[in-house]
Every structure is written in C-alpha cells, then in structure tokens.
C-alpha cells in the first residue's frame, strides 16, 4: 500500500512539472513571438545603413566654404579640387555629417589642421587631404577619429610631426606622408600599422634617423616605394634608400640606455609642440595684423617720398635764393640823401639843402655814395638780352 501511494505522489509530482516546464515553454515562445518582429526590424535597419552608401560628389565647384545643404546621411563625400581652408565654419558644417566613412579633401587651401577638426566623425575610415599647404597639424586634430584605416597627407608642406598626432588613430593600417619637407620623423605609436609611404622627403639620414630605421626593419610595417625612398644628407649616404642606409657605431652608443632614449623623444616632441605652436601664433598674429601693417606702411612710403622731394627742391633752389638775396642787399635812403637823389636826377640847379652839422666822415661817405651814383647813371635801363656787338655796329 505504501509502494503504491509513493507511485501516485511521483506520477503527480511529475505531472506537475511537466505542466509548469510546459508552462514555461508557452511563455518563452509567446515571450519570441512578440519581439521577433522587432528584433527583425532592427537587424533590418541596421543591415540597411550599412550597406546603403550615398555619394556627394562636389568636385571642382570653386567653393570657400563646405556646403551646409547636403544630405545628412551622406557617407562619402568629395570636395576635391575646390578653395576650402577647413577653418573653424568648415568644421562646423563637417561635424553635422556625422554618418561619413570617407572624405576627399584634395587640392584645397587647408594650411592648418586645427584641434578636434574632425571631432565628430567617428565613423570615418579613409581621410584624404593631399595635395594641399598644410605645414601646421597641431596635436588634437584627429581626436575622434577611432575608426580612421587610412590617411593621406601627402603633397603638402610638413616639415616636422608630432608622434602624438597619431595616438587617437587606433585602427590605422595605411599612412602616406609623401612628397612634403620631412627630415626626420619619431616612430609613431601606431600599433596596427601596416603599410607607410615616405617617399619624395629630403632625409636626413644622420644618427637622429636611426630610430625610425629600426622600426622599418623590426615591426611589421612595410615601406612603400623603398626603392626610392632615399637619403638627401649627407651626400655621401644619396645612394642609400632610409631601410637599408648603412650606420656607424658611435650612432648606436649615441643613446646607450633606454632611459635616455626615452627622454630624447620626449624633449624632442617637446619642442615639435613648441615649434608648431610658434608657427600657429605667427600664422594668427600675421592674419591679424597684416591689414594695419599694411596702412602703416603705405603712409611711411608716402611721408619718406614727400620728404626727398622737399630736400630736394631745397637743394636746387639755395642758390638761386642766395643770389637773389645778395642782389638785393640796400638800406633806406635818408631824408637828406633823398632830396639830393630827386635834385640830381631832375637836373634842379638849386643849391644844395642845409645840412646839419654832421662829422667830417659822414660827409665823405655820403659825397662817395651820391658819385658813384651819378657815374655809373647814364641814364639808360641794362638789358641783359641787348646784343652789345649789335648795339656798337648801330652806333
């Protein structure tokens, strides 16, 4: 009787969960039933915009300014071939697009990469901005850019690169500096790179150039166009390309210990920062004040002009006024001295005037003045254009 009561408990005990794992099971399927459209809809949505790819192409449209009427859902955008300077308007726009995977910047007016330029576009894979004047990338001008494969700078006016630039560019596999005004570059902390082109800089193949050397030869990096990424100093090593270029060994005890490796690259990052900071506040103080320089000079050029021509008028006309002034040497004429000119010239036969008691010498002097005056009177004007020989033949 026992044995048959633990029978029936067990079958109802397993009928029992058999009903709630039935249960549960209606649960689960009905749970799946409700969502499965909505997860379909959103691995739809998704498959969607990542194959759907849509263009912009605004090739040689002469603008200064990116356009801010374009599809926001664009992903590839090429405003090649234009007159962009990606100031602080440009990055403005650019940062609206925040769906890009690809942007063409070629043979624009950038000359500086400023910080946070491409802050928002964490979905961009291919950068290119070649063909421009850059010389300037400050630290902060790939920041957000974690997605980023390839790079292009190439053809534009580099003189030196902070290996801090490249610290956000996680996944980079392609980065192409060529054809700037690179002497020397510090290995860049870029982990996932794969290929590097560094070809048509003028290298300095000195000891400085031995870390990058390195680098090349242990990583997994490969160096497009080696063949003709060559050394332009000294002149001794043009025959070597930058991989294979031959060292002696005072460059490898240059920086014996890691340590002071280690703080040759900091200070010389350092002063990269520096340089490139000194170029930037020139840049801004030359935009600033190039306009009131520009007056200044303008009213120097005219005040120096109007100077020398005075000075020089000056010059001619001394001695024409000295002359005239020595021609022009008398004193006035006394009362008595008046009265005895008007008689001489009138012919008046009437003596003399009284003439108060005056010194001997004073006589004299007047008597010498007023025949000299009566000699050299003839009575006639000097004309310095009269011909005298002409006037002889008359006479």
């Known amino acids: 009787m026992l044995w048959k009561k633990e029978s029936r408990l067990l079958t109802h005990q397993s009928q029992r969960q058999k009903k709630k794992g039935k249960a549960c099971n209606m649960k689960i399927t009905s749970i799946t039933i409700l969502f499965w459209p909505l997860s379909m809809l959103l691995l739809s949505d998704e498959s969607q915009t990542s194959k759907t790819e849509v263009k912009c192409n605004f090739t040689a449209k002469n603008y200064a300014l990116i356009p801010a009427n374009i599809n926001k859902n664009v992903t590839i955008l090429d405003l090649s071939y234009n007159q962009i300077t990606l100031n602080v308007t440009d990055t403005r726009v650019l940062q609206t697009y925040f769906l890009l995977t690809e942007l063409y910047l070629i043979k624009n007016n950038v000359i500086i990469l400023h910080n946070n330029s491409f802050g928002n576009l964490s979905h961009l894979e291919i950068l290119n901005i070649c063909r421009n004047s850059i010389h300037i990338i400050q630290q902060g001008a790939f920041t957000g850019l974690d997605k980023l494969k390839q790079l292009y700078l190439c053809q534009n006016k580099i003189v ?32 996932h790179l ?17 870390n990058l050397q390195n680098w090349l ?3 997994n990096v490969t160096l497009e166009n080696e063949n003709i990424t060559m050394c332009s100093y000294p002149d001794i090593l043009k025959c070597y390309n930058i991989k294979t270029v031959p060292y002696k060994a005072e460059c490898y005890s240059k920086f014996p210990s890691s340590i002071t490796e280690d703080l040759y690259i900091h200070f010389q990052s350092i002063s990269n920062s520096t340089f490139n900071s000194f170029l930037n506040n020139l840049t801004r103080n030359s935009e600033r004040e190039s306009q009131g320089k520009s007056w200044a000079f303008l ?97």
């Not at 290996?163 to 982990?191: A, C, E, R």
């Not at 794969?194 to 031995?210: D, H, K, R, T």
């Open 160 to 191: 030196q690169l902070n290996p801090d630039i490249f610290v956000p560019l996680k996944n980079l596999i392609l980065l192409n500096l060529q054809g700037n005004l690179i002497t020397y570059l510090d290995v860049p902390q870029l982990f």
């Open 194 to 210: 794969e290929f590097i082109i560094l070809y048509g800089n003028p290298w300095n193949c000195s000891c400085s150039l031995l």
């Open 217 to 219: 030869n242990t990583s």
């Open 299 to 395: 009213v120097s050029v005219v005040v120096t002009v109007l100077m020398t021509s005075l000075l020089i008028s000056i010059a001619i006309k001394c001695p024409v006024w000295y002359n005239f002034l020595l021609s022009y040497n008398h004193h006035r004429l006394g009362e008595h001295e008046a009265e005895t000119y008007e008689d001489s010239f009138t012919g008046n036969p009437s003596p003399p005037p009284q003439i108060p008691d005056t010194s001997s010498k004073e006589t004299t002097v007047i008597f010498e003045q007023l025949h000299q005056f009566v000699v050299d009177d003839d009575g006639f004007i000097e004309d310095k254009y009269i011909d005298t020989h002409e006037l002889c033949e008359e006479n």
